[in-house]
């Protein structure tokens, strides 16, 4: 069984005006235009403001490139996008990451979401003590 997308590709030959740019900057960017986009070009304005997001999220801030990327993979991972893991799994090992690093970024997620079924199954409050509070909100 093959999924199938339930609308069509833009194609990069078939693309002009707000769409063609977008191609275009992607192109110059990742050297390509993930399928993704090519769907959401369906509708040229929800294509660009995607895009423009994610050059905003991606490019500017605080944050390292490397622990966006992560956040990126770990996103993916949790939302079960095989298109995404891929991807992201990819850059993370272009940067530099070994395999050895991802199974343990695994193994954070695993534990954390294991600990959170358990305090949310058993319905724990919140059993912190002051000083930890006064530290975290320092």
Not at 29 to 43: E, Q, R
Not at 97 to 118: K, P
Request: net charge neutral; charged share 20%.
């Amino acid at each position: 069984w093959m999924a199938m997308a339930t609308m069509k590709q833009v194609p990069e030959a078939e693309a002009t005006g707000t769409v063609r740019k977008t191609y275009d900057e992607m192109v110059a960017h990742w050297g390509n235009v993930p399928n993704a986009y090519k769907v959401l070009a369906n509708n040229p304005q929800v294509l660009k403001t995607a895009w423009e997001n994610r050059k905003e999220v991606m490019g500017h801030g605080n944050l390292d490139p490397r622990i966006k990327e992560f956040l990126a993979w770990a996103t993916v991972v949790l939302n079960n996008c095989k298109f995404g893991v891929e991807t992201h799994t990819a850059r993370l090992k272009k940067m530099g990451y070994t395999n050895a690093d991802i199974l343990e970024a695994l193994s954070v997620i695993q534990f954390f979401i294991g600990i959170s079924t358990v305090i949310n199954g058993l319905a724990m409050v919140q059993d912190t003590n002051q000083e930890v509070l006064d530290i975290l909100s320092a």
